[in-house]
């Protein structure tokens, strides 16, 4: 068996989430709380200021969460998974699994990239239910779009796109003329696309300052849905802003591992949805294991 510990990326937050952590790690609660400058089980348990949905509040809040249900299951089992991987904000915490850095040095960057993410303006996203990657891209092509980027490659059948709000409504009514869903995401900022440059250039030189050490357990990352090689960690991260999360990639790579058993860490199940339908797309005929 393969175990494999997958982390969420934002839109996973929910009110009450870690009301069954807090308490079992006070010390890592007061670490974060002392870090981030404010109450983080108020802002998770009541968020009497509406603040949860702010990326800038978002980020650092669902890292800690993550990295709490880690620690439980971690405690409960005895031992490390063998792979870990996380989903856009969600990497941070695979890499903390893999001890690349300190809980709290993780939290530092979280929360430096969430303020960036939180100060850009424009753009928008919109997910895609029920076409390929080839018929998005036919789509473009027909409405003479090129200023939309896919953001997360999530599943076979659901791309979510970033870019201008006006060409994302344009694109949407074309998806659903063609039967698919499209549903606009609830952010005013086109995350994992090119629109990220600005940010991108602040973060990357905020991680400078940070050293990494070397993965105890293999993480999949973002940008290339392969393995961290020591040293690419700084890389990939800022690489990871303004490039499309490989999501079915990534666990398609680990498909291919030993009976692989996935385990999701967070508040809610939203990735292994994502893993069973990729399974189901990815199932070699009669049995026979993929290459």
């Known amino acids: 068996m393969t175990l494999i510990f997958l982390a969420p990326g934002q839109g996973a937050q929910m009110r009450g989430m870690g009301a069954d952590l807090f308490d079992a790690y006070p010390q890592v609660v007061a670490e974060a709380e002392d870090i981030l400058g404010y109450s983080l089980r108020r802002l998770c348990l009541e968020d009497p200021d509406d603040q949860l949905s702010n990326t800038a509040y978002t980020q650092p809040a669902l890292y800690t969460v993550s990295a709490l249900s880690y620690y439980r299951r971690r405690d409960a089992l005895g031992q490390a998974p063998d792979f870990a991987a996380g989903h856009s904000l969600g990497e941070y915490n695979a890499l903390l699994i893999a001890e690349a850095f300190s809980f709290g040095d993780g939290l530092r960057l979280v ?20 076409l390929s990657r080839d018929e998005i ?14 953001a997360n490659l999530n599943t076979p059948s659901q791309t979510v796109l970033s870019g201008p709000e006006a060409d994302l409504r344009r694109l949407g009514e074309i998806f659903e003329s063609r039967g698919a869903r499209a549903v606009p995401l609830n952010v005013r900022t ?40 020591d040293g690419e960690i700084a890389n990939n991260l800022v690489q990871q802003l303004d490039h499309g999360v490989r999501w079915t990639e990534s666990i398609q790579y680990l498909l291919q591992e030993d009976d692989p058993v996935f385990e999701e860490l967070g508040p809610r199940p939203l990735l292994m949805r994502m893993v069973e339908e990729i399974k189901a797309h990815s199932a070699p005929p009669n049995g026979a294991r993929c290459p």
């Open 137 to 150: 891209a036919a789509v473009f092509v027909e409405a003479g779009i090129d200023s939309v980027d896919a």
């Open 190 to 229: 086109a995350f994992h696309s090119r629109y990220m440059a600005d940010m991108k250039s602040a973060f990357s030189a905020f991680i400078a300052d940070f050293s990494f050490a070397p993965l105890m357990v293999p993480v999949i990352a973002n940008f290339s849905a392969l393995p961290y090689r």
């Open 111 to 130: 929360q430096k990239r969430g303020q960036l993410m939180a100060a850009l303006q424009g753009g928008g996203m919109l997910a895609v239910i029920g």
